[in-house]
């Protein structure tokens, strides 16, 4: 692939790889990667039986501002959390929401297998890793789909306790969201430079063929 494309192309994969990669780490172990977080005025209980500021919902838990400080709870692929309101009335936000998250690791997997393609010169290496880089697309417009689900799901019955709370998106979500174009770009990026080379390559051929067929003609008009 011509390097005009092959350096924007890699530095597209790169930086969508990198981006679903922190964003894959996630809560707990990275408490600013949350996907949606929930700013309340303490009138809400939490699994911890303790009001709380503010809920962060990762990809691998969920952290929770406490009076006593933040309290994080690594409960791994799939989890739930209960909120209950100074009524009693509750919701749980249920692993059905929650599991499908966990389809960001794999697109930041599929990502960084396009990266390494990308940077092979051969013709045939690039064409799998555009159609790679599409593929890790569109798992991460799934992801992104589910990131949108939760964050609906969690306003709407949030807003059924009838508390003081502002439901908004984390910034694990937006990362998303820029890997997401990042990789389109890569991918087209990829599919124009490998037509470009062929076109190129087609382009030399010709102008061969032209040379040999006039040296030949040219040697029998002189005979």
């Not at 809400?44 to 009076?67: A, H, K, M, P």
Request: aromatic share 12%.
């Amino acid at each position: 692939m011509s390097r005009t494309y092959c350096i924007p192309a890699v530095f597209f994969l790169f930086s969508a790889w990198f981006l679903l990669f922190i964003v894959s780490i996630s809560l707990p172990s990275f408490q600013a990667m949350d996907i949606t977080r929930v700013h309340s005025s303490g009138q809400v209980v939490s699994n911890s039986n303790e009001s709380f500021t503010q809920l962060r919902l990762g990809i691998w838990g969920y952290c929770v501002d406490l009076s006593s400080g933040r309290t994080c709870f690594n409960t791994g692929h799939g989890y739930s959390v209960t909120v209950t309101n100074s009524q009693n009335a509750q919701v749980t936000i249920g692993p059905s929401w929650t599991r499908g998250l966990a389809t960001l690791p794999v697109a930041a997997c599929v990502a960084f297998v396009a990266l390494l393609l990308s940077i092979s010169q051969h013709i045939t290496v690039t064409l799998v890793a555009s159609l790679v880089s599409f593929l890790a697309a569109l798992i991460t417009l799934i992801a992104f789909a589910i990131n949108i689900a939760l964050f609906a799901y969690v306003k709407n019955e949030l807003g059924m306790l009838n508390i003081s709370e502002t439901t908004i998106t984390g910034p694990g979500f937006w990362l998303t969201f820029v890997s997401l174009i990042l990789l389109l770009l890569a991918g087209c990026t990829v599919c124009f430079g490998r037509r470009r080379d062929r076109m190129a390559g087609a382009t030399n051929n010709s102008y061969q063929l032209n040379g040999v067929k006039g040296g030949f003609l040219s040697r029998f008009r002189r005979n």
